[in-house]
């Protein structure tokens, strides 16, 4: 088994394209969007059922690489948490097969 | 709106609340255009549509100042709320249409037309007011080039709308009598289980936003559509509009945007706190309007016509 790092960003639904244009640029091979139900952040509870514009939604965005991509798509995406709602976190995973990333 | 505040567990999920919301827009736009398609395009008409986008311009510029002199919001915040009050509520229009009808007046199908020219001129406005503030704004990081125009000019309440007004207006009453069972007949009740949606959210959204809300932004959220009202009345009474046709645009001014211009603002201005803009609008100034605004807009509206 391979060690990579696996990046998983939560991150407000309408900025989750620039995110994954971000992961893209930094030669990812893959990620996947999963849509949040409710949270609790900047002293706020939300929840998809409030807004009907779904623009408070976040999503979750998940993706795995090795360590020079991940670390490139962090910097493009620090950038992108400057003004969005949203944290992101790294961590090492292993992978079965480090050939399709 | 009750049970939400009372944290009722009831709720319409979300994908039928969409859908309701797209039926919704699509039954007024088709009744807008089959109304239009009556009637030549007169200038009087034109003018009304001209009148809809310079208020959606200027109500935006009148709200940011209210906000900065009134409330403690910074700059950027008091632009993006700003932008919601010069845009509209295609549910309180709804409701609007509803409640004029049931006061045995008539209106024009081109106030849909209107609605769907003012979502978008405030965005526009607000986006200039949060510029002034320093030099030119960077633009957010990871953007795209189109992204907000596409958002802006394209998003679906005015794809619905305004596909369903031309439709409405190429086909006219025959072309459109098969779907009038759908999109007439239902009207009612759709727009009722709507408007519990609606209710639950702005509930739900009070109670999760009042503690960002400060007394004085409260107070704004009433007394702004109430002030765009007035200068609505004015140029319906200018306009010499009949009082069906002026109480919808009445509405129209007074109503804040929180679908379309939330979506907007999460694009240009990010740092804005949505739980100022979208509580304001959603959680305030929605069931003022319903509630206490509406029948406010409809005498306003007799007035200026002159049947008050």
């Not at chain 1, 990620?31 to 779904?54: E, I, Q």
């Not at chain 2, 408007?195 to 007394?223: C, E, H, K, N």
């Not at chain 2, 100034?285 to 807009?297: A, C, L, R």
Request: proline share 4%; aromatic share 6%; with cysteine.
């Amino acid at each position: 088994m391979t060690k990579h790092l696996r990046i998983e960003l939560i991150v407000e639904r309408m900025a989750h394209k620039r995110a994954c244009r971000d992961l893209e640029t930094a030669g990812l091979t893959g990620y996947t969007v999963l849509p949040a139900m409710a949270g609790f952040g900047g002293s706020k509870r939300w929840n998809r059922d409030t807004d009907l514009s779904a623009s408070g939604d976040m999503v979750v965005i998940i993706s795995v690489g090795d360590e020079e991509k991940v670390r490139s798509a962090m910097t493009e995406i620090g950038d992108l948490l400057g003004a969005h709602i949203g944290i992101v976190t790294v961590s090492e995973v292993e992978v079965l097969r480090p050939g399709r990333f | 709106m009750v049970a939400a505040l009372l944290r009722s567990q009831m709720s319409v999920p979300e994908s039928i609340a969409k859908g309701l919301a797209i039926y919704l827009m699509m039954a007024i736009g088709l009744k807008g255009g089959v109304e239009m398609s009556k009637n030549p395009l007169t200038m009087d008409i034109m003018l009304v549509l001209l009148a809809g986008i310079v208020l959606s311009f200027l109500i935006p510029l009148l709200a940011f100042i209210a906000l900065r002199l009134t409330t403690k919001l910074d700059r950027i915040d008091a632009a993006a709320t700003a932008a919601h009050y010069g845009s509209i509520s295609i549910v309180t229009f709804v409701a609007a249409t509803e409640a004029v009808r049931l006061s045995g007046l008539d209106s024009g199908g081109h106030l849909v037309a209107v609605a769907a020219l003012m979502e978008t001129p405030a965005i526009i406005t607000a986006l200039f007011l949060a510029s002034r503030g320093g030099a030119r704004r960077e633009p957010v990081a990871g953007s795209e080039q189109g992204e907000l125009v596409r958002e802006v000019f394209l998003n679906a309440s005015i794809v619905v709308l305004v596909g369903a007004l031309a439709i409405g207006w190429i086909a006219g009453e025959e072309g459109t009598a098969s779907v009038q069972p759908f999109f007439v007949d239902l009207f009612q009740g759709v727009l009722c289980l709507f408007l519990l949606d609606m209710g639950l959210s702005a509930g739900r959204g009070l109670r999760q936003g009042w503690r960002q809300l400060s007394v004085p932004t409260v107070g704004f959220g009433i007394y702004m559509p109430l002030i765009s009202a007035g200068i609505a009345a004015a140029i319906a009474g200018l306009l010499g509009m009949p009082a069906g046709d002026a109480a919808l645009l009445i509405t129209l001014t007074a109503s804040a945007s929180y679908i379309a211009v939330p979506a907007a603002m999460r694009l240009a201005l990010p740092e804005a706190k949505p739980s100022i803009y979208l509580t304001l609008s959603l959680g305030v100034t929605f069931p003022f309007n319903v509630t206490i605004g509406i029948p406010i807009y409809i005498y306003l509206a007799l007035l200026v016509a002159g049947q008050g």
